[in-house]
């Protein structure tokens, strides 16, 4: 059985490294799928999930922003945060959450993107540690 060599970097370290089946990750373009003998492409990934399929076994990933390397046999995720949704702190994400959520109630709060993403990043979080995501 071909299998893919699936491995996820943050600028914090190795997430994840090993052998799975099917990758199902979060494009900027929208959800997308790999198997083994894929055709290489190169695509961003926007603040999301990722679904490694190992036989019977689902390991379920938070993904930041960041990029994909597909190859036949392999995955390589590039990211500026992820972890496995196991190790997600709820409660720390929520912090998170209300923090964002009372900057984009201020009126001269300036960085709307940024407190915006940080929002999305712990609500994601909040859901894959929950795996309350709607697919
Ligand atoms: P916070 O404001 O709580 O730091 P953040 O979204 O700004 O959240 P990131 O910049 O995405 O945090 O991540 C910084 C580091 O902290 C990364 O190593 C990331 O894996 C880890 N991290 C952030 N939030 C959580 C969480 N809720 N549970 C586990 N690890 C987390």
Redesign the pocket.
């Known amino acids: 059985m071909e299998k893919l060599k699936l491995e996820i970097v943050?600028p914090?370290g190795l997430v994840y490294s090993g052998e799975v089946d099917e990758v199902t990750a979060t494009g900027s373009e929208g959800e997308f799928g790999v198997l083994p003998g894929h055709a290489p492409f190169l695509t961003t990934l926007k603040i999301g999930m990722l679904i490694a399929r190992k036989g019977n076994e689902v390991i379920y990933f938070f993904i930041?922003t960041g990029y994909a390397e597909v190859g036949p046999d392999k995955v390589v995720v590039l990211a500026?945060?992820?972890?496995r949704a196991e190790?997600?702190?709820?409660e720390?994400?929520k912090?998170?959450m209300k923090?964002a959520e009372e900057r984009l109630k201020k009126r001269e709060e300036i960085d709307f993107a940024r407190a915006e993403s940080?929002l999305e990043?712990?609500t994601t979080?909040i859901q894959i540690a929950e795996r309350r995501i709607v697919r």
């Open positions: 943050t914090d930041n500026d945060s992820a972890e190790d997600i702190d709820v720390r994400a912090a998170a923090r940080a990043r712990a979080r």
